[in-house]
């Protein structure tokens, strides 16, 4: 390219900029570099042209749909007990909230309700995905700001929730838990042991890891006035979830239109002032504590009962049965076939997920698939203000900014 192109190039990246001036453009000072899409801190893939005078941001410009899995497109050729496993792959970080959300929105379009064993085991489930995404999210906080002991010691309850999920489901990061009724199986002999266990230990290493960063003069200084977003142009982008909470909204689904019998329960809704990258880390360190007195609250109370509805058409019966009765294996056909009987109409519904309000729009017309469904991922909408975050901040601001905004790149296209 020639100089003069590239001068021109810089300009018109440095249009976009309220009043910059254009001195140093001219003299060839600025540069514009690729942050990402394969760069070892983006935290996935994400590609980002930022125009930098020095090391501060000019400005930069997000590509969205970097990667494009199109699930909703492939939801209207999948049979809805198929989709379940597309969800998985939205914020895989807390797969099981995704799953459930799904099975609930199902649940909405068929009229079913679930007992309250079936809401307290989805409150737990769901509880400890939420924990499992938020030590993700806050211990590579610590990573981006030079601190790793504290991600690889938290590393460890996440593991530890992994083998809670595998107790259930048998899987352990992309989970396909659940099913549209209730669960495919009851808490197992192995997972009351290790629920136990998690519920007797995990207060005091999560308050381990937060004497290394809550109050750490090295992780403040690099953190508090970074990526800052006020309450009102966060409600702009449409915000949820704590990096809305983190600005200081409380709003949460969990309580503003409650699900799953979480109005049994008294948790506090967390909120921050300044909404920059230390409020979103502090506000998910409070979220994992309120997640945890809901996990206890629901086990030490979780009710006698079965753990799934009795919906032939739509639960998968027992595979004993399947090989013994002709019934059964008819309703086996059915449901995995697609050929029950699928009410038309259209539904949304929500839940609180690991990063905010997860929501699916459904259109049925009657047939074996959608006619069609949107996924609304927080994701998609936080990275839309990525840009306006980090203007005027150094490069390395960036990346923590990034990181504690949660953007998983799942979300960002579906």
């Not at 979830?241 to 409650?258: K, W």
């Not at 948790?267 to 996990?295: C, N």
Request: net charge negative.
């Amino acid at each position: 390219m020639s100089q003069e192109n590239n001068k021109s190039e810089l300009i018109n990246l440095a249009g976009v900029v309220d009043n910059y001036i254009v001195k140093e453009q001219l003299d060839g000072q600025l540069q514009k570099i690729n942050l990402g899409p394969t760069h070892p801190s983006t935290h996935g893939i994400f590609e980002n042209h930022i125009l930098m005078d020095g090391e501060r941001i000019v400005s930069s410009s997000s590509t969205v749909g970097y990667i494009h899995r199109a699930f909703e497109k492939i939801s209207e050729r999948r049979t809805y007990a198929q989709i379940t496993t597309l969800t998985d792959r939205l914020n895989y970080c807390s797969s099981p909230i995704n799953n459930m959300g799904w099975h609930m929105t199902m649940e909405k379009l068929l009229g079913i309700k679930v007992s309250k064993k079936i809401d307290y085991m989805r409150i737990i489930i769901m509880e400890l995905a939420r924990i499992a995404d938020h030590l993700v999210c806050d211990s590579v906080m610590g990573v981006d700001t030079g601190a790793l002991t504290g991600f690889t010691y938290m590393f460890q309850d996440r593991e530890k929730i992994y083998d809670l999920y595998e107790q259930v489901c048998g899987a352990r990061m992309t989970t396909n838990i659940g099913r549209i009724g209730g669960f495919e199986r009851d808490f197992s002999p192995k997972f009351h042991q290790l629920i136990r266990e998690f519920i007797a230990d995990f207060p005091k290493r999560l308050e381990e890891f937060a004497s290394l960063l809550e109050r750490n003069r090295i992780f403040m200084d690099r953190t508090i006035g970074v990526g800052g977003i006020s309450a009102e142009r966060a409600l702009n982008y449409g915000f949820t979830g704590p990096n809305l909470r983190a600005a200081g909204v409380d709003y949460d689904v969990r309580v503003m239109s409650p699900y799953s019998s979480y109005d049994d329960f008294d948790f506090i809704i967390p909120i921050g002032t300044a909404g920059d990258a230390y409020d979103r880390f502090m506000v998910r360190l409070q979220e994992i504590r309120e997640s945890f007195k809901l996990i206890k609250n629901a086990y030490e109370n979780l009710p006698e009962g079965n753990y799934h509805e009795d919906v032939p058409d739509f639960y998968l019966p027992d595979k004993p049965d399947v090989y013994n009765s002709m019934e059964a294996l008819i309703y086996h056909f059915k449901i995995i076939m697609g050929e029950t009987k699928i009410p038309t109409g259209e539904v949304y519904n929500s839940v609180e997920g690991g990063n905010g309000e997860l929501g699916f729009y459904l259109v049925s017309d009657g047939g074996r698939s959608p006619y069609r469904l949107h996924f609304r991922r927080p994701c998609f909408i936080y990275y839309q203000a990525f840009e306006e975050l980090v203007k005027g901040q150094m490069l390395s601001d960036a990346i923590i900014a990034l990181g504690s905004l949660n953007v998983i790149a799942g979300e960002l296209d579906a």
